[in-house]
């Protein structure tokens, strides 16, 4: 499914040959020249690790309402990392997994030999997931999978700790509107609430690009619940873009953001409950994927990096938990038995398969069992906790920050981070530290549906977050 490198990729190549040939001429004046003194090597350090975590068996499926077992591999899965290291000795590593979810006791399983063997504090390693649907359960993969990814992330990091060197970052951010939509708004647009994609370009001390990292908050997860190959669904094709218009030997990461209501195009419901849709493609995530590698690439050259100073601050935030359900139990039992009547009666009457009126009520049966499901739970809880803790990070390069957000935060709520927080440009990494569900913004608990009636949280969570995200980015000195 490769195609050529299109022309403005060979062009941003070549202009990044020409620039490497101007600063080793560049260098060679320096050394004929005594009295011009040397520039100061970088204080600031980083370092790369990537590893295939591929599962080597067919094994369940993650994402979506699914049982079904891989069938083959279209393109590998991957631990990326990234090290930072202060003149001061203070240190950071992010880890980005492709993968749906992972728990908090991988987490902590991920972290243990990273610290062991660089001395990096466990509460300074942050591992999140990009929430590709085309990966494995890791839940029901079995310990041998569970053992293999601790062993290949941890040699992600530890690979990135043992490589890092003088370095030179900077950031820049442009705007991307045709990849990712807002699911719950499709009948209004669907328009992104925050189309922003970031991008941190990390040089070594003579100007060589070594690293490119991009955050965007959109779910990979355009390959419905048919799909049965492994895969990273669109990030696949941006990262593959990106190494053609630069060079492979650039290690080249995409880090999920704040994506919770962000998707290519379709309805949650309607995908829950297996509507063919013609934009669910290996050409679609094509496509998707060149069109985010075009907004890396185009954005790069404008991108200037210095050495610049790393602080690091981290801390666990209590976020509110439902204290009550919007319907009681009776009350949800007795709506999902009516519209399971409705869609029988449907079908009864001989309704073409395909209509549009069958996928609507069949999405109206989903939901509603979504919602029996939920206040069964929420009921039958007994000690039922106010709130749950939450560990976040903020890692600050300089004017930049990279910021720590729970499970799937509704987009708007990253929005409102941004907008509060100090720094010239945040980057924000989503399903950090463990999975913890949606995070939708408090005025679409009014609205209810899918990502609504399945959270835990109340929804005086979106301003714990915005509260909790910001007070730890102000933490490392703005």
Known sequence: MTKGIPGRYTSFAAAVTVRLAAVSAAAVLYCSCASEPQPPAPTLKAGFGETVITPQTNLPMRGFARSQVSEGVHDDLHARSVAFEGPDGSAAVMISLSLCTVGRDIVKSIRKPVTEATGIPAERIIVSCNHTHAGPSVEKGGEEFRRFLV????????TAWNSRFPAKVGSGSATLLDVGRNRRRLLYGGRHPDPEVLVLKVEDATGALRGVLFNYGCHPSTLDWRNRLISEDW????????KAG????VWVAFFQGAEGDINAGYSAELSAVGVPMPIRTFDY??????RMAETVLDLLPSIETDDVPLNVAQGISDYPLRSSFPVSLNEAERNAARTQSKLDALIRSGVDENSRSLDEVRAEVFI???RQNTARAFYGEKDRPSATPIEQQAVRLGDTVFAAIPGEVFSE????IKNESPAARTFLLGLANGYTGYMPTRNEYTEGAYEVDGSRYSADAE??????TTALIRKTGF
Request: hydrophobic share 40%; with cysteine.
């Open 151 to 158: 062993e290949r992330a941890s040699e992600s990091a530890i």
């Open 235 to 242: 990030p696949y094709y941006a990262i593959r873009d990106i």
């Open 246 to 249: 630069t060079a492979d030997s």
């Open 285 to 290: 995530i094509e496509f998707m994927g060149s």
């Open 368 to 370: 509603t069992g979504l």
């Open 413 to 416: 709520i990253g929005r409102r």
């Open 463 to 468: 301003d714990a977050c915005v509260a909790a």
